[in-house]
């Protein structure tokens, strides 16, 4: 199994959580880290790198903080501009080119401010992160992919190191196993 984490955090020197999460992925073998925000400062994404990584792997994981109940923007701008008719979809259903991350997985790591409780029917925000995320599950689904429940680290500020570390521990074994 070959994973690909495409970890997106739009200001990676202020995160305790990502930044913990995204070096324990980079220390865990078959798993790739490629930081968007990194990789393109200028916001210009390599079209060919991003599908040839995206080719190279079995698992693909968009890792991010949660951004107003959705992904910071690169990793829409990646969904928009790597995943192209021909290469990505053919959405004439007649076969041939196309389809090119079809029985792979996708899956979302992200972490968030809120805790877990507030993320339930009666909690603030009335929805699951599963919700908020039904969109990329639709994508996967369009791309003829896999989809796996998120891997969802809450209420990163109110964590301790340890607490962390621990997470970071679980992090590791959800890339290993899934
Ligand atoms: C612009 C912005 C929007 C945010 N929106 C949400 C949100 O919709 N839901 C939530 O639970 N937390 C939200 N947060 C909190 C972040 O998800 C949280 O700070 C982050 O996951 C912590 O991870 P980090 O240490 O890697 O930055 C937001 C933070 C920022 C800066």
Known sequence: MRTLVLLAHPDM???????MLAAAAHDTDGVTVHDLYTAYPDGKLDIATEQELAEAHDLIVFQFPLHWYSTPPILKQWQDEVLTFGWAYDPTGTGGSGLALKGKTLACALTTGAPESEYEAEGWNSHSVVD??????????FLEMQWLEPWVLYAVWALSDDDLAEAAASYQEWLTTS
Do not use: V
């Open 13 to 19: 020197p202020s995160s305790r959580g990502n930044a």
């Open 132 to 141: 908020f995320l039904l969109p990329i599950a639709g994508t996967a689904g």
